[in-house]
């Protein structure tokens, strides 16, 4: 049984455990200004008329075109995981809170990432093919060392690369949170589980890069 390990954030969507990532797009933000140029216009436009109409209308599709490029996203990256892997291992990340505890523009990208609207859409593309996913406590995954299990307590929020105090073993911050979800779940990468612990640069020379192509509107994992 194939295992795969996803790691969510708001830099990169998702950080997956055969070395792969896929950048955060976030489309509202991108298309905040859009947004508020025609919410400011329709508060000048007399309510109903013509001219309030379609400017009503063109802002309902500028706020359907993100809700669709999101989900589009979304739906590929599950078609794509459950056509490779059997079992998907996902952070049970407490969304509430998360958007409570942030800053504003740490909530913007909360809400654009709609992690919530992502686990649904891997769960069902799994759910048809009768394969599983399992949800694991997201509490200290990016603190934890995949290697010795130590907590590293001076990692903030910043720091890209995780190095661990106690062992000193080093790797970047996504790779070792969604190791540390599959080593919770039970699960360890064959290749992960040999080789020796790796540096910073040899890990990341294997990552290939996902990106999302804004103007055809798809998404497309590549190599980098």
Not at 39 to 58: A, G, Y
Not at 75 to 85: P, S
Not at 90 to 99: F, P, R, S, V
Request: proline share 3%.
């Amino acid at each position: 049984m194939k295992a795969v390990g996803v790691d969510l954030g708001i830099t990169r969507l998702a950080t997956l455990s055969d070395g792969r990532f896929l950048e955060n797009p976030k489309p509202l933000e991108r298309s905040l200004d859009r947004v508020r140029l025609l919410q400011r216009t329709l508060s000048r436009k007399r309510f109903l008329s013509k001219n309030w109409i379609k400017t009503k209308i063109r802002l309902a599709k500028e706020h359907e075109h993100i809700k669709d490029f999101r989900r589009d996203l979304f739906f590929k990256l599950g078609a794509l995981l459950a056509k490779e892997y059997d079992l998907l291992v996902l952070e049970d990340l407490n969304i509430k809170g998360l958007i409570q505890s942030g800053t504003r523009k740490r909530r913007l990208r909360l809400y654009d990432s709609s992690f919530s609207e992502l686990r649904a859409v891997l769960e069902w593309q799994f759910a048809k093919l009768g394969k599983t996913v399992l949800a694991v406590s997201s509490y200290n995954t990016s603190r934890e060392c995949f290697l010795c299990g130590g907590i590293n307590k001076g990692l903030t929020l910043e720091d890209r690369v995780f190095h661990c105090p106690y062992c000193g073993f080093t790797l970047d911050r996504d790779l070792n949170a969604y190791l540390v979800l599959l080593k919770t779940s039970g699960w360890v990468p064959p290749a992960v589980a040999c080789f020796a612990p790796p540096t910073t640069f040899s890990t990341l020379s294997w990552v290939e890069e996902a990106w999302w192509d804004n103007d055809s509107g798809s998404s497309r994992l590549q190599a980098g």
